[in-house]
């Protein structure tokens, strides 16, 4: 993984659902090391770690500079990255945790690695929340004009169909 994959990570974290190990396994889809490996035990770590990530994450959407940087902060010495590289597969790349490492210390390790190198990369007015009636999904914003205003198409589409058909009525 690269620190844009951690930074998507975080995101997925801290909008998952995690009420349950299948869907916490659902958030982890993309990295089945992790999501085939979870237990009970890790769900619970997790949990805590998805808060920390919301509550850093609506600093950053509050423009609350100090918040931001205490809550990632605290993420980082709650949840440490132990950065080793790795060559298995097709490209070097780097690790946040040991190999026999328990999946949430190292989720948890790359999910606070994640954010911090976010911000670091993109600032504090790349993140936002979907504005999708009923959504309000965090993402990271990479569009060249930073105009992005929802999370996905589909919550795009989704509202402009309902405005469409707003103004079609009156």
């Given amino acids: 993984m690269d620190s844009a994959d951690y ?24 990295e089945p090391w992790w999501s085939e490996r979870v237990h009970e035990q890790d769900l619970a770590v997790l949990r805590t770690v998805a808060t920390g990530l919301r509550d850093a994450l609506d600093a950053l959407l509050a423009g ?14 709650r949840h440490p990255p132990h950065p080793r590289l790795s060559g298995h597969g097709s490209r070097w790349h780097v690790h946040v945790a ?25 600032g504090m007015d790349r993140w936002g929340r979907c504005e999708a009636a009923g959504c309000g999904t965090y993402f990271l914003d990479t569009s060249t004009n930073r105009a992005k205003r929802f999370c996905s198409a589909r919550c795009a589409n989704r509202v402009h169909v309902a405005a469409f058909r707003a103004r079609r009525r009156t």
Avoid: M, Y
């Fill in 64 to 77: 609350a500079a100090a918040r931001a940087q205490d809550a990632v902060n605290d993420l980082l010495a």
């Fill in 7 to 30: 930074a998507e990570l975080a995101l997925r974290l801290a909008n998952a659902d995690l009420t349950d190990l299948d869907r916490l396994r659902a958030a982890l889809h993309d």
């Fill in 98 to 122: 040991g190999p026999d490492a328990p999946p949430a210390t190292e989720v948890a390790a790359a999910a606070a690695w994640g954010l911090a190198q976010g911000v670091v990369l993109h």
